[in-house]
Structure formats: C-alpha cells, structure tokens
C-alpha cells in the first residue's frame, strides 16, 4: 500500500526502469494526478485505526512552522469524508495550548482517534484545544488550503500578545563603527525613524569590531522572532549578523535578499528569551561605509504570523 502506485500511473510502461522513470514529465499518456504522484517519492504516509477499528491508510502533509515550530502537525484527508479535513497534531515537549478562531462547536478534538475530548472556549468565543501528546482534529467542510493557513497562523492562549517596535537609533551601546543617519545626511527617503548604517567595510577583520547592542525588556519567556526595516544599495551592502543573547559569537544572517534600492521588512532568527531584560546585537556583514546597509527600525514579536508594516511601525 505504501510504495505500489495504481495502475493508472504505471499504464503499460516498466516505470522503475531508469530512463523510462526520467520521462515521466514528458508523458502523454499520464493524468496529472498520477504524474504527480510518480515525481512525489518522498510522500509521508500515516497508519491509524479509525471509528470501526480498522486499519486506514492515509497521505499526510506537514504544516511548517505551528507555534514557532513549537507543534508538529499535519493535515490529510480520507475517502470517507471528501468534505473533511484531519490534522495529525502534538507537541514537541510538554505541552500547549492552539487557539483557533472557530466556535468550538465547529471543531472535533480525539485522542485517539474516534475518542472525543472536551474543549474550551476562549473569551472571544475561539476554541481553545489542550495539545500535548498526539490527537486528531476534524474541521468539517472546510478545505485543506483553509485548514493550513488557520492552523499555521494559530496563536497560544497562554501567550499574551507582544509585538514591539524600537527604533535603530535608540540603541543602548555600540562599538564605534556605526553612525546615525541624522549626522551624516546619507538617511535613503522614505526612513521612518533615524537610521544606523556602518563606517567600515563588511569584511572579516570588521565583523568583530563593528557591532551595535539593543537593550529590550522581554515581559513573558517565550519564542520571539525579530524582524527589521533594512535597505541595501547592492550585493556589496545586503545584510547583517545578528547574535542570540547569551551567544555573541553565534552569527545568524539577517538581510541577504537580492533587492537592492528599497526598503523591506526583512525576517531574523526565532529567539527564545527569558523574561527580563535581554541583548540583541546586530553585526557588519556585507557593508559599504555609509551607503548601506541602513538599519531604521526594529521589530520584536510573539506572533508567529505577524510581518511588520511601516504604518504599524509609524505608531
């Protein structure tokens, strides 16, 4: 059942001969249903006893990144009920909490499966489902494109919302290489706030000299992820380091997109906080002295769907 296709896809061709294999896209005699499926080799598959106790097999697909990759899930669907969509959930250590802006009425919760759970609501009438160890949930009459994109944009009910913006300028220490826009002039139009951009070059001997520390009050231990309104001038002026609290020299890249001549707001790494005050360093990577790249503003958030906007960041 897991690797013998139908006979649909393999017609009256030896499709696991080599060269025959590599045709495939160019078949005529394929639906594209079945040439999906015969250039989809690496299709995951879940095995489970359904409501009669019987064994059923089914194709699952991974919703990425659920919670600040905090859940693992996937959706599928079943034969039996065309109209349904199933997500195959659980948490990767403890547990959490999924609120899903649905009465719960409209959602089905099992563990396992065909064996209900309660659910709560939560106070503006989303459901809010207890995720630990494995379960199913059922969204009946809802498609899988719906189901993906609530379920990936989903937010924790123990989680209070935070998004802050903090200027580039009001950075709390740097190492001498970084100059305000506002003293030099050099500030491309269209900055919301007063600008940062380095004074050296982006090169190697610069990296460990040329960095600029913000101070940020985190109010609850989380998964944040920081963003920033970057523009570059080329290839030459693209992109910073940034360093996890606690990991100076743990560079992650922040920028590096090949569009040049614009501002963008630009996605860094998930960091996980404590609660408190912490450090977030930016670092040289690729730079022209004062031409780029400029830094203007920076974005924490605990909202795993949110991508900053310049009239929210004008605030």
Request: with cysteine.
């Amino acid at each position: 059942m897991l690797r013998t296709l139908g006979p649909e896809c393999y017609r009256d061709c030896d499709a696991c001969e080599h060269h025959i294999f590599n045709n495939v896209r160019n078949e005529p005699g394929l639906s594209d249903a079945a040439r999906k499926k015969l250039l989809t080799p690496d299709q995951e598959h879940h095995l489970f006893r359904n409501e009669k106790g019987e064994y059923e097999l089914v194709e699952i697909h991974e919703i990425p990144n659920v919670l600040f990759d905090t859940l693992t899930a996937y959706w599928f669907t079943r034969e039996s009920r065309p109209d349904d969509t199933y997500v195959l959930a659980w948490a990767k250590a403890g547990s959490t909490d999924l609120r899903l802006p649905l009465p719960k009425e409209k959602v089905i919760a099992m563990r396992p499966f065909g064996t209900k759970q309660e659910l709560k609501s939560g106070k503006n009438g989303d459901c809010v489902v207890d995720v630990g160890r494995r379960m199913y949930l059922v969204f009946s009459g809802m498609k899988p494109d719906a189901v993906r994109k609530m379920i990936g944009e989903s937010t924790s009910k123990k989680t209070k919302k935070l998004t802050r913006f903090i200027p580039a300028s009001a950075f709390k220490s740097h190492s001498g290489h970084f100059v305000k826009t506002s003293e030099t002039k050099t500030a491309p139009e269209g900055a919301i706030a007063d600008c940062v951009v380095p004074t050296v070059d982006g090169t190697f001997e610069a990296w460990e000299k040329c960095h600029i520390d913000y101070k940020i009050k985190v109010p609850q231990a989380g998964l944040y992820r920081i963003w920033a309104r970057i523009w570059c001038r080329d290839e030459a002026s693209n992109s910073f380091f940034t360093s996890l609290p606690g990991s100076p020299h743990e560079k992650r890249i922040f920028g590096n997109q090949k569009i040049w001549k614009k501002w963008l707001w630009q996605p860094g790494p998930v960091l996980n906080l404590r609660e408190g005050e912490t450090t977030i360093r930016f670092w040289v990577r690729d730079a022209v002295p004062k031409q780029g790249p400029f830094l203007d503003v920076i974005c924490l958030t605990n909202l795993p769907s949110y991508v900053p906007n310049d009239e929210d960041a004008k605030k």
